[in-house]
């Protein structure tokens, strides 16, 4: 039997008709639950630690670093848990009139 995880906490910044800005908050175990994404999109890690992904093609890990960025086009299919024994959160940024959104 698969083991429950906790839900991954996210809180809404900014929508409006060029940008969607969430902040995700992870306790230890959370996941987002699988999930496409219909924009482009940065993260903005506001910790340093390790996300597992789980996607299409498997299971991989993230290395993150406290303000060190990352982007990925419109179409990613996959479900985020946070690795680390300790909270884990990010702020995503969707770009919602970019031309990888489209």
Do not use: C
């Not at 992870?26 to 994404?37: D, E, L």
């Not at 390790?50 to 990352?70: D, I, P």
């Amino acid at each position: 039997m698969e083991k429950k995880h906790a839900a991954a906490v996210p809180s809404l910044q900014v929508d409006d008709e060029r940008v969607r800005v969430t902040k995700w908050s992870f306790a230890p175990g959370a996941k987002t639950g699988w999930h496409r994404h219909e924009y482009a999109y940065v993260v903005v890690p506001l910790t340093t630690g390790t996300l597992r992904l789980h996607g299409a093609n498997g299971v991989t890990e993230a290395q993150l670093t406290l303000g060190q960025s990352y982007s990925n086009p419109a179409g990613i299919e996959h479900d985020v848990e946070n690795a680390n024994s300790f909270d884990f959160a990010f702020v995503e940024i969707e770009l919602k009139d970019h031309p990888l959104s489209r």
